[in-house]
């Protein structure tokens, strides 16, 4: 499927089931696909992000990934209260991308086009650059301090895996890439590559565990993950945030978009997802079929194993790994930034 095509889809969804809401102000497109031409070929393991826009400031819960004319959309909630100045979306790592290029797909009250227009206009400008990499340093530093070592493993794994792979956003954000989600290892890898800094790739994967998976271990894991996907993706009841990742409409990106890296050389790429939807499946597991969970578990804590995290003492030790590493990332991203000529004053 053209990209272009799959946009006509999520444009025609909005039409259909968002602006008739009372609360509905606008929606645009985010994610990966920004920024892509529309001729160009969507990859059978990406999705289009949609992004609805509500008055409300609690939004719903997203709706997640779902199949609609035949692409796969995936649809999130966000306040208008977050976009409430151009200013706090310039310095916010997560959110500002979406608008350096007209990514609008319905704007009944014209705000988000002057929104964009604003930010397009000063969103390679040095201060904002700067502000959004240190967003992406809090993010990890917060969420690190956040560690809550009396949960069940499979989340204190999660609460260790995801800002440890925010590590590859700080330097995205210094290439204004786009800070994939998915994909962010193999992007990183891109971009330290192209600013002579590939020295550093090796400490990233060193600092998730994965420097020294082989394929064939990693190809095993993600065996063992598929069976845990579908038995999840069958019985879960239990809304989630991420509910939409954990489905049979989700399964071409969380299953065959990990084999693929796999089968191309980015076995340890393929790692971080893996182990994010392994965990993401068994809090599903655990709150919606306990026996499954605990079948489960010891393929789950293989995996993990193969990271060299076998304990909460384990996953603590390697936090304060990662925020020891970060005056070094630090200095990378500095250096990618000054040398980015994309980058103005």
Not at 225 to 245: N, Q
Request: net charge negative; glycine share 6%; aromatic share 8%.
């Amino acid at each position: 499927m053209r990209v272009g095509t799959a946009r006509s889809a999520a444009v025609q969804w909005v039409t259909e089931h968002a602006r008739p809401d009372p609360w509905f102000r606008g929606a645009y497109f985010s994610g990966s696909t920004v920024g892509l031409p529309d001729g160009a070929e969507l990859s059978p393991f990406s999705d289009v992000d949609v992004v609805v826009v509500t008055a409300e400031s609690d939004p719903p819960a997203k709706p997640g990934k779902f199949r609609f004319r035949d692409a796969l959309l995936e649809v999130s909630h966000l306040s208008w209260d977050e976009l409430a100045s151009a200013d706090e979306v310039l310095s916010s790592y997560h959110l500002a991308g979406s608008f350096r290029r007209d990514t609008v797909i319905d704007d009944p009250t014209g705000r988000l086009r002057e929104l964009r227009a604003d930010v397009s206009r000063r969103f390679a400008e040095r201060p904002w650059v700067r502000r959004r990499c240190l967003d992406a340093e809090r993010r990890i530093e917060t969420r690190l301090a956040a560690f809550d070592a009396s949960a069940p493993f499979h989340e204190q794994v999660l609460s260790w895996l995801f800002p440890t792979g925010v590590t590859t956003h700080v330097l995205l954000v210094a290439a204004l890439r786009n800070p994939t989600v998915r994909l962010r290892y193999p992007a990183a890898r891109e971009v330290l590559d192209a600013y002579g800094q590939a020295h550093l790739y090796p400490e990233l994967l060193e600092l998730l565990g994965c420097a020294r998976l082989s394929a064939r271990r990693a190809g095993r894991h993600l065996d063992e993950l598929a069976r845990t996907f579908d038995a999840a993706a069958e019985v879960a009841r239990t809304p989630f945030f991420f509910s939409g990742d954990i489905t049979a409409e989700a399964r071409p990106v969380a299953i065959d978009g990990s084999r693929h890296l796999i089968e191309r050389g980015d076995h340890r790429e393929a790692a971080f997802w893996i182990i994010a939807t392994f965990a993401r499946c068994h809090t599903v597991l655990a709150a919606d079929a306990p026996e499954l969970h605990r079948a489960r578990l010891p393929a789950f804590r293989e995996a993990v194993a193969d990271l060299g995290v076998t304990s909460t003492e384990d996953l603590v030790r390697r936090g304060e790994e990662v925020i020891a590493f970060l005056p070094e990332l630090r200095r990378t991203a500095g250096q990618i930034l000054t040398a980015n000529t994309e980058i103005t004053e």
